[in-house]
């Protein structure tokens, strides 16, 4: 079955560069969801999609952005990198009501 | 405001132990989900399972059972005889259902790691 697709699986910036996340989330479902796993910490939501339109937005920086494009794919916009943006970044989708959300293998961020 | 809460931080079992994973909730909606997710080593999170507030049947899958009881605001996880593959960090998580359409997004509790030795 497809599974979450995000891209790419590794990243290593610098500090103040930019960085872009991508998810493809699996056909079919309506929401998208992001989330920011620091090290040794449980995930925390950052922002998500319905049907295109953001739906909800949780600890996000303001140098976060986030869209979900006509296709479904999302994508995680990340500007002045700073040390603390060091973690493992989820996407994960779900098909609405009480279905499961079903999160991407993640994309691991390092900031040098 | 959702809480979810995983008492223990980490657990040690010897191969074939069994071992159970405590997870108590809070929420003020009487329509929720609750959820268990594995994330071994390698990173990626795993979805075991999900319970929504109405069913409170217990649920045996394999070597896996769950016991949620509302009375207690409890969601525990069994693993029977316990593997070195168990071995990962083990996650507790909570969402609320939206009236308007879609999902609510996901509260974890900090996670259990458990390490089954051989």
């Known amino acids: 079955a497809a599974g979450v697709i995000q891209s790419p699986r590794h990243l290593i910036k610098e500090k103040r560069e930019t960085a872009t996340l991508k998810c493809y989330p699996i056909p079919r479902h309506d929401t998208v969801y992001w989330y920011q796993q620091g090290p040794g910490q449980d995930p925390q939501f950052l922002i998500s999609f319905y049907e295109k339109m953001q739906s909800d937005k949780g600890s996000i920086p303001d140098r976060f952005s986030a869209q979900q494009f006509s296709d479904y794919h999302s994508e995680l916009n990340m500007s002045s990198l700073e040390l603390g943006d060091s973690a493992l970044y989820f996407c994960?989708?779900?098909?609405?009501?009480?279905?499961?959300?079903?999160f991407g293998d993640g994309t691991r961020l390092s900031i040098l | 405001a959702q809480k979810v809460t995983q008492a223990q931080t980490e657990i040690s079992v010897v191969e074939k132990e069994d071992v159970t994973l405590d997870c108590v909730y809070e929420t003020r909606d009487t329509t929720y989900y609750l959820f268990w997710y594995k994330q071994p080593p390698s990173g990626e999170l795993v979805f075991l399972i999900r319970?929504?507030?109405?069913?409170?049947q217990n649920e045996i899958s394999g070597r896996y059972s769950w016991n949620f009881q509302k009375s207690t605001s409890s969601f525990n996880f069994t693993i029977t005889a316990s593997q070195v593959v168990d071995s990962a960090v083990y996650f507790c998580a909570l969402s609320e259902a939206l009236t308007q359409g879609g999902s609510e997004k996901l509260v974890f509790g900090k996670g259990t790691k458990l390490t089954v030795n051989p």
């Open positions: 994960a989708s779900g098909a609405g009501g009480s279905q499961p959300q079903h």
């Open positions: 319970r929504n507030s109405f069913d409170e």
